[in-house]
């Protein structure tokens, strides 16, 4: 009876709102799994490097991370890794993997979080990871430190009309419920598809011309070879020239490359993308 007694014990809790469901997790958690970049990075930053045992293909940060066991993408899993390595838990999130995240939790401890529509969430997520995995201290002090960040920054007198595109495939843009619409706000920059009932969507590249943005900010596919030259060249074939964010030159690709840099929602997001936003608009808001 005591043995027993002493294994319910070290099991934790755990409810999660986006399944529905309760899950029963070990403490400590010694065998993670996390499919999610954002949450891969926050579980190094929160000390569980080495509890973490598999991730996904586009898990890069930090370069530690790419040392794990790589079990799949964002919708596909390798089962037989997964038998062998037999994780307590697995991180995905929501977003394109929302079906994934729901078909591999009937039979698995699976944790979603969500896509953040804010930088607000992005930290908000720190904390939930925290609190999931028991580094409840560690989990804050992050936040704080993301929060302190995101709290230097005072809104701007003019907001500067700005488009942002990521190529996922095809060229993708964002609505009103995305964390880079947030941070662009936040930079002190209006993205000209902000009032959009999306998180993301397809540009309808003859809007953009309309809109006349003020910046442009492009990031490429991650890993893929792509230059200054290629998006003059992108920007021509699609008779672009006359926009404003041309003709003034101030077309930006994205740094970091060739990790991917606004399509991470880590908490690097806001210690490195937002300050480089903030960077790219503050000349010409007058902030």
């Not at 934790?12 to 949450?39: D, H, M, Q, Y």
Request: charged share 20%; with cysteine.
């Amino acid at each position: 009876m005591s043995n027993s007694l002493q294994y319910v014990t070290s099991l934790s809790r755990v409810f999660n709102e986006l399944l529905g469901k309760e899950i029963f997790v070990p403490e400590p958690l010694t065998r993670i799994v996390s499919l999610s970049p954002a949450t891969t990075e926050t579980l190094f930053m929160l000390g569980l490097g080495d509890s973490v045992v598999g991730v996904s293909a586009f898990c890069l940060r930090p370069p530690e991370a790419q040392n794990k066991r790589i079990l799949g993408t964002y919708n596909t899993i390798d089962l037989e890794g997964l038998s062998i390595l037999a994780p307590e838990i697995i991180f995905t999130t929501t977003g394109f993997q929302r079906e994934f995240a729901f078909n591999l939790s009937a039979r698995l401890n699976v944790y979603p979080t969500p896509l953040p529509t804010s930088v607000a969430e992005i930290i908000g997520c720190v904390v939930e990871i925290g609190l999931v995995t028991g580094r409840y201290d560690e989990a804050r002090h992050l936040a704080s430190k993301l929060t302190r960040v995101v709290g230097a920054y005072e809104l701007v007198e003019r907001l500067v009309r700005s488009y942002v595109e990521l190529d996922l495939g095809a060229p993708t843009s964002f609505g009103a419920y995305s964390y880079i619409t947030d941070a662009l706000f936040l930079a002190g920059g209006l993205n000209v598809f902000g009032h959009e009932p999306c998180s993301w969507l397809v540009p309808d590249l003859r809007k953009v011309i309309a809109e006349d943005p003020e910046v442009m900010i492009y990031e490429p596919k991650m890993l893929e070879p792509f230059d200054e030259e290629k998006l003059q060249a992108l920007l021509i074939g699609r008779g672009w020239t006359g926009m404003s964010a041309v003709r003034n030159k101030r077309t930006f690709l994205v740094p970091g490359r060739p990790l991917d840099f606004l399509a991470h929602h880590g908490p690097s997001f806001v210690t490195d993308a937002l300050p480089w936003l903030r960077k790219v608009v503050a000349g010409i808001s007058g902030s």
